[in-house]
């Protein structure tokens, strides 16, 4: 799994924490970022530069002849593929924990409700 990060010297892409893509001329550089340890300041990153790949293709627009056009490389884009299943993993994660605590905000507020109608209810007992 993961093999196009692992050909890039990845050994453990499970510890990606995220990545940026920039261009830069004719040039497309992946920035990944890993989860920092305990007690770093910093998270430990590495960089890549991909060359951006040029094709001739007809004109549509003019209907005549041919344009150059620069598209991202074609093993970036796998890489990408797969920081994306990583990224998004987590990313799911998260929204998960978020709806847990959402779920459990909610369920505190019912309870905290259902004990002050049954104090109120004991209340009005007792006056009798």
């Known amino acids: 799994m993961y093999d196009n990060l692992k050909n890039l010297g990845i050994p ?3 510890d990606i924490d995220r990545y940026t893509l920039r261009q830069e001329a004719n040039n497309d550089i992946l920035k990944i970022y890993f989860r920092k340890d305990k007690g770093e300041f910093f998270a430990k990153s590495v960089k890549f530069k991909y060359p951006r790949q040029r094709k001739t293709i007809a004109d549509s627009q003019s209907g005549q002849g ?14 990408i593929e797969e920081l994306d299943q990583i990224c998004q993993q987590d990313q799911v994660e998260v929204d998960l ?8 905000r909610h369920l505190e507020h019912v ?4 004990i002050a109608e049954i104090e109120a209810d004991l209340e009005k007992l007792t006056r009798r």
Do not use: G, Q, S
């Not at 041919?66 to 890489?79: A, G, P, S, W």
């Not at 924990?97 to 459990?104: E, P, T, V």
């Open 12 to 14: 453990h892409p499970e």
């Open 66 to 79: 041919f344009k150059e056009v620069n598209e991202i490389n074609t093993n970036l884009r796998y890489v």
């Open 97 to 104: 924990k978020h709806k847990i605590l959402d779920d459990l």
């Open 111 to 114: 309870v905290a409700n259902k």
